[in-house]
């Protein structure tokens, strides 16, 4: 019994060696087609469209779950982007000298062993597939936006379209209680044994566009880089042009109070806008599909925090300027800011640009979820005949499929605030995590060859392991359901590796 426990603690721990990873990457079946445009525009897609397009209205107003930071929010944004800093420079370390498909799940697997690998490939799953609902929301809600200024052309059935199929149900409660209406009347319930009601809420704009990306994706990795390339271009002449046109009826009235809930909103801001900086974790998982990936992976890693993190201000400065901080919208800001001081007609431009954002993240955001799930069962840890790579296109199909599905499902249940929290707890916990891994690989393996290094090392990795782990004390401290949720799927992954994946392993590599 002892020595069983003494193998069984033996193989959590054991490593995968990095010359390992680095020659089944060489031996992978994905198509290395991306340069460091592609990446920076991976990078640029994920970032900007989260960020300004989703949640900024949220970060700024507060929600349910949290205060909000007003026009603070760029102290937030600032804060977040320090923070990120950290961990960029991690990830770029790393990701030169492991160039490998499953961003931080491979380091992890090279530096903390096998137990703590699958932990935070399941962590980064919950990163990406959630996230993903986050954006899936948002998108239906500037789809909504852009079909209100065809309310002259367009049948109303199709213009106001019922809420409960443009909602999960979870909105649906929180509109039926601010509005004061029934939510019987607003939604369809079934009727099932025992008196049981479940609300019916289906978010169909939502759903059609995971699957017409999870199709695209299936397609090829280079095919869906140019849609988002073309998509990001949009999307930053619409930032672009939303500065310049809303500078010009910005009210300075308007900043004050500049921190209407002091430091402690502007903290909340912070971990809610932090979900618009998973952009350059995503590019890394991309690795094994960049042509030069030691020269091309940090300066897209980098180039992106730093383009994006001026842009944010720059928008939020104009948001709050703009309208006052009780009449900001949480679901599609930019282009209610523009309605409200007579722009009709920018705020339709800004929907279509927000929907070419939103398609571009949700882009990136899915490429993340298949690339995470296809190095985790390339080592076995899940059904290895789910990585099976698609004939003709090269991709991996069928976990390009069951992610889309994740996401499908998910937007049932959660709402654009909750998904965005739960995000961030991955977000943090991997953030944290690779910062560790740069430590533990100075120590281990410092002379392997590094095309890029973290400077002021150990300083700057232990900053962002303090502020990342302060962060997701300080929201845990302060409430919200984010906070369970995060601790039930840290469990629920934990039970799948004891019951399924610690022993298919075992039983493959006795193969």
């Not at 900007?48 to 779950?65: K, L």
């Not at 409660?173 to 509005?179: F, Q």
């Not at 994740?406 to 961030?424: K, T």
Request: charged share 15%.
């Amino acid at each position: 019994m002892k020595q069983t426990l003494i193998n069984v603690i033996k193989n959590m721990l054991s490593k995968k060696s990095t010359d390992l990873f680095i020659a089944e990457s060489k031996n992978t079946e994905l198509k290395k087609t991306l340069n460091i445009f592609d990446l920076l525009i991976l990078g640029v897609s994920a970032v900007v469209g989260t960020g300004i397009f989703t949640i900024i209205g949220s970060a700024i107003a507060g929600s349910a779950d949290g205060l909000g930071a007003g026009t603070a929010i760029v102290f937030s944004m600032l804060i977040a982007a320090l923070a990120s800093l950290f961990s960029a420079l991690a990830y770029s370390e790393i990701a030169a000298m492991i160039p490998v498909a499953g961003s931080a799940y491979t380091f992890t697997y090279a530096t903390m062993g096998e137990f703590m690998a699958w932990m935070v490939g399941w962590i980064l799953m919950l990163e990406y597939a959630i996230g993903n609902i986050t954006v899936a929301t948002a998108w239906t809600g500037y789809l909504v936006q852009l079909l209100k200024g065809f309310k002259h052309i367009l049948p109303d059935f199709v213009v106001n379209y019922p809420l409960w199929l443009r909602n999960d149900f979870r909105s649906m409660y929180a509109i039926c209680d601010k509005y004061g209406w029934d939510v019987h009347d607003k939604m369809p319930f079934l009727h099932l044994p025992f008196g049981i009601e479940m609300p019916v809420a289906i978010n169909i704009p939502a759903i059609f566009i995971v699957l017409v990306l999870t199709i695209l994706l299936i397609k090829g990795v280079k095919e869906s880089t140019r849609v988002a390339g073309i998509m990001v271009f949009v999307n930053l002449s619409i930032i672009i042009s939303f500065v310049i046109v809303g500078a010009k009826y910005v009210a300075p009235e308007n900043w004050v109070p500049f921190a209407p809930n002091g430091f402690e909103g502007i903290l909340a801001g912070t971990f809610i806008i932090f979900f618009a900086y998973i952009g350059f974790d995503a590019i890394s998982t991309a690795a094994e599909e960049t042509k030069n990936p030691q020269r091309d992976l940090p300066i897209a890693i980098i180039g992106t925090l730093i383009l994006c993190t001026i842009l944010y201000v720059s928008v939020a400065l104009v948001l709050t300027g703009v309208i006052p901080l009780g009449n900001i919208d949480t679901q599609a800001p930019l282009a209610h800011a523009m309605r409200a001081i007579g722009k009709n007609w920018y705020a339709g431009a800004i929907s279509v640009g927000a929907l070419c954002a939103l398609t571009s993240v949700l882009l990136v955001y899915q490429l993340g979820t298949t690339r995470i799930f296809y190095a985790i069962a390339r080592d076995n840890f899940l059904p290895k005949n789910i990585m099976k790579i698609h004939p003709k296109f090269k991709t991996p199909h069928i976990i390009t499929w069951i992610s889309g599905l994740i996401v499908i499902l998910g937007s049932l249940f959660m709402d654009l605030n909750i998904s965005a929290e739960l995000c961030n707890y991955g977000t943090f916990a991997s953030f944290v995590i690779i910062c560790i891994e740069v430590l533990i690989l100075r120590k281990t393996e410092p002379t392997r060859y590094r095309p890029f290094k973290v400077p002021f090392c150990p300083l700057f990795p232990i900053l962002g392991i303090i502020m990342c782990s302060c962060f997701m004390i300080y929201k845990s401290l302060s409430g919200g359901d984010s906070s369970l949720y995060f601790l039930l799927w840290v469990i629920m992954g934990l039970a799948i590796y004891i019951l399924y994946g610690y022993k298919n392993k075992r039983n493959k590599e006795d193969l």
